[in-house]
Structures are given as C-alpha cells and as structure tokens.
C-alpha cells in the first residue's frame, strides 16, 4: 500500500506524518520515531516492508520535517517530544501502540513509556541514544565528569555543521549534511545508499530547524574542558544529562518489552563514539583533554544495559541484537536481519 503523508492537529501542535494504513482490519498499531538532524522519509522503506495487518505512522518531531516549529525547553529534557507524541495518539484515536526510535527517538520513546507505561505495548530501541543522554558522564550510573556537565550540550555540536543546514547545502564537500551522513548515518564500508534515496534523505536533512530554541541550542561557558557546558534551549540540550535522565524506567512494574538492535561499526552512539567531546580529546582531535581520570569518554551501551537489566527485577524482558559491520541506521543498512528481528519482537509483544 501507498504511503500517504498529511498533518494533524493535536492539542499542542501541527504534525506532519508519513503514513501506511493496514490493509483490512488493522490489528497492529505502531508509531516510529526518528531521531536526530532527520524526519519520517528515513523509514519510508521500513514501513512499506510491514505486514498488511499493521497501520504504521512516522511523525515528524517539533523542529524537524514539516511539522509546526515550536521552539523546544531542554529543562524538560525529552518531555516535550514525549508529550508531543502523546497528544497525537490521542489524535490517531489509538489507546496504545508499539513504538520504535531510533537514535534520539530511542530516548524519546522510552521517555513516552515512562509518561504513560499503559500506552506502550513494546518498544524497539534502534541505535539508541543512552537513557542519561550524550555526553559528559562517565560510568554505569552515568557520573557526571564536572558539576556543570561540560562536554554536553548546544555548544559541542561542530559550529560549521548547523550553517550550512540553515543555507540547505547539497554538495558532498567535507562536513557538509551529504557527508555526514555518508560517513556517520551509516558504515561507509560496507553501505552506499541509493542515489535517489539519498536526496529524499538529504532533504529530509535539510528541513531541520537550526537556532538557539532548536538545532543545535544555546550554550553557557564553563571552566571546565572543553569549556562548554548545556544552556536551556534546544536540541542537544534536551538530551544532556543534565536534564535527560531515564533511568527510571528499569522502575516500572513491568517495563514494555525491549528489542534494542544496534550495529557494531556506529560511529554516533558507542561506548568510544566521535561525537563525544571525550572521546575526541582521548584521539587528540580536541586539545586540551584532561585524561581518562578527569574526562573519560561516555560508555554509552553499558548505561543502557545496565539500565535494561536492572529492569528485569521488575519483570522487564529485552533483548539485544548486534549487527556486525553495520552502522547507525539497521533497519536502512541490514533491512532483511532488522526486519525478521522486528516482527518476531512484535508477534511476542
């Protein structure tokens, strides 16, 4: 069935969707969401690959795709996707769904299941971002490295990436959206997207709204390497630890099951990921590092493991899949392992 795209209007903004109705009676409801410097055209594949039984919808989130620009509060850390995408259920007329999201979206949905667990059939976790955001911690329990959680944040996004999405750039040069995704969206050695797909995906891209209250926020100096430290606005703010913490969800009586499906050669979220500023310093690619005691790099995978088993005390089930030489969009690069893994999550569920 064709994928439609429309806008609805919720309680708290207009949000654009991509669509796929089920063919007949639908039995399955599920709700994909993307992550960071994205929108719904990434899962256009994805949701045109589903059973017949199975009515998906792709929201764009506030500050990407087409949906309404609503400026978005980092204090609230995920909430107000969460919220956002509460309030289109209730649009959508659905009781509850299955959820995936990937990346940021991972977080986001978990943060969905800590608002309202009675909405969350299952979750699938796709390349997640850790339940204690990006950057500046260190340690299982997410330990921040300084007081004012430098190394997170607004301020250490690349400077001279978010220009040239505002001036909607299409080369290849070095750094621009094309390259960053070629390099970093996927494992370049292994994966070389179709060319068409690839322009939907740039401007998928290119629709990301930039400035302090979205992509990437504000900042507030710190003294502390590198010297940057989250402010109140924005994107990366949202998910610093400062303000992202969903932990809480190893608390709920149950936790959703969990599939969390990762590849092993991502490059954006990991234990030694580039785009941690910790990292970076440990590679000499960031002066100034203070040293693994100071400012350890962020161990990712082991935050969300830990916070997934101590979910099964309470009877959460999860499982994870590595997929070797893939990187961070599965379901894009490995489509036939992704999808055999996801299916059988959801006839589980």
């Given at each position: 069935?064709?994928?439609?795209?429309?806008?609805?209007?919720?309680?708290?903004?207009?949000?654009?969707?991509?669509?796929?109705?089920?063919?007949?009676?639908?039995?399955?409801?599920?709700?994909?969401?993307?992550?960071?410097?994205?929108?719904?055209?990434?899962?256009?594949?994805?949701?045109?690959?589903?059973?017949?039984?199975?009515?998906?919808?792709?929201?764009?989130?506030?500050?990407?795709?087409?949906?309404?620009?609503?400026?978005?509060?980092?204090?609230?850390?995920?909430?107000?996707?969460?919220?956002?995408?509460?309030?289109?259920?209730?649009?959508?007329?659905?009781?509850?769904?299955?959820?995936?999201?990937?990346?940021?979206?991972?977080?986001?949905?978990?943060?969905?299941?800590?608002?309202?667990?009675?909405?969350?059939?299952?979750?699938?976790?796709?390349?997640?971002?850790?339940?204690?955001g990006f950057g500046g911690t260190h340690g299982a329990d997410s330990t921040p490295n300084t007081?004012?959680?430098?190394?997170?944040?607004?301020?250490?996004?690349?400077?001279?990436?978010?220009?040239?999405?505002?001036?909607?750039?299409?080369?290849?040069?070095?750094?621009?959206?094309?390259?960053?995704?070629?390099?970093?969206?996927?494992?370049?050695?292994?994966?070389?997207?179709?060319?068409?797909?690839?322009?939907?995906?740039?401007?998928?891209?290119?629709?990301?709204?930039?400035?302090?209250?979205?992509?990437?926020?504000?900042?507030?100096?710190?003294?502390?390497?590198?010297?940057?430290?989250?402010?109140?606005?924005?994107v990366a703010n949202a998910f610093s630890s400062k303000y992202m913490n969903l932990s809480a969800?190893?608390?709920?009586?149950?936790?959703?099951?969990?599939?969390w499906v990762r590849g092993d050669a991502d490059a954006i979220v990991g234990d030694t990921s580039?785009?941690?500023?910790?990292?970076?310093?440990?590679?000499?690619?960031?002066?100034?590092?203070?040293?693994?005691?100071?400012?350890?790099?962020?161990?990712?995978?082991?935050?969300?493991?830990?916070?997934?088993?101590?979910?099964?005390?309470?009877?959460?089930?999860?499982?994870?899949?590595?997929?070797?030489?893939?990187?961070?969009?599965?379901?894009?690069?490995?489509?036939?392992?992704?999808?055999?893994?996801?299916?059988?999550?959801?006839?589980?569920?």
């Amino acid at each position: 069935m064709t994928l439609t795209s429309r806008t609805l209007q919720t309680s708290r903004l207009k949000t654009a969707v991509l669509e796929r109705p089920a063919m007949g009676e639908a039995k399955r409801r599920l709700l994909l969401v993307h992550g960071n410097v994205s929108d719904s055209e990434f899962f256009r594949d994805l949701m045109e690959s589903l059973p017949n039984d199975i009515h998906a919808v792709a929201p764009d989130l506030r500050g990407y795709g087409d949906s309404e620009a609503k400026p978005i509060d980092a204090t609230r850390g995920l909430k107000d996707w969460s919220d956002d995408l509460l309030v289109l259920l209730d649009a959508l007329e659905w009781k509850d769904a299955h959820l995936l999201g990937w990346s940021m979206g991972g977080g986001v949905v978990m943060q969905v299941a800590l608002s309202a667990p009675e909405r969350v059939q299952s979750l699938t976790l796709v390349a997640p971002v850790s339940p204690y955001g990006f950057g500046g911690t260190h340690g299982a329990d997410s330990t921040p490295n300084t007081p004012d959680f430098a190394g997170s944040g607004g301020g250490t996004v690349n400077a001279a990436f978010v220009p040239l999405i505002t001036a909607g750039d299409r080369s290849d040069a070095p750094g621009s959206p094309r390259d960053v995704m070629r390099k970093f969206y996927f494992n370049a050695a292994q994966f070389q997207p179709d060319p068409q797909k690839e322009e939907a995906w740039v401007t998928s891209m290119l629709k990301t709204r930039t400035g302090d209250g979205f992509y990437p926020g504000d900042m507030t100096p710190s003294e502390h390497w590198p010297n940057v430290a989250p402010g109140t606005a924005g994107v990366a703010n949202a998910f610093s630890s400062k303000y992202m913490n969903l932990s809480a969800f190893a608390e709920l009586t149950p936790p959703p099951p969990v599939l969390w499906v990762r590849g092993d050669a991502d490059a954006i979220v990991g234990d030694t990921s580039l785009f941690d500023l910790a990292q970076l310093g440990a590679l000499g690619a960031v002066p100034g590092w203070p040293g693994a005691d100071v400012c350890p790099p962020q161990p990712m995978l082991l935050q969300m493991r830990t916070v997934l088993e101590r979910g099964e005390v309470n009877g959460g089930q999860w499982h994870e899949l590595v997929l070797p030489g893939v990187g961070h969009s599965p379901f894009i690069e490995a489509p036939d392992e992704f999808g055999a893994a996801f299916l059988e999550h959801l006839n589980q569920s």
